[in-house]
């Protein structure tokens, strides 16, 4: 699948210095979210450098965090750090 901007990221906090943390949810795999350019309209929503982005597989509910590593440019969308993936092991 391919981002849709009418499934944008949303923003979950904003900190007095300005960051804020995004919440992605997409069927789409972390490895495509965390893609060069996959948040096509990123910069218009306000994305910017350092901002984090907690994105998760909606069908298996794997969860990664990333973080936009690169600043505001006509020809660039927001690109995203290889983040850490957050997952469990079920002991039941």
Do not use: C, H
């Amino acid at each position: 699948m391919a981002y849709s901007t009418s499934n944008p990221p949303a923003i979950e906090t904003q900190a007095i210095n300005g960051r804020r943390r995004w919440s992605y949810v997409s069927a789409d795999a972390i490895a495509t979210v965390d893609g060069a350019g996959y948040f096509s309209n990123g910069f218009d929503l306000g994305m910017k450098l350092g901002d984090v982005v907690e994105v998760t597989v909606s069908s298996s509910g794997a969860t990664a965090i990333l973080y936009v590593n690169n600043t505001p440019t006509a020809s660039l969308a927001p690109d995203t750090t290889d983040g850490t993936t957050i997952s469990a092991t079920d002991t039941d």
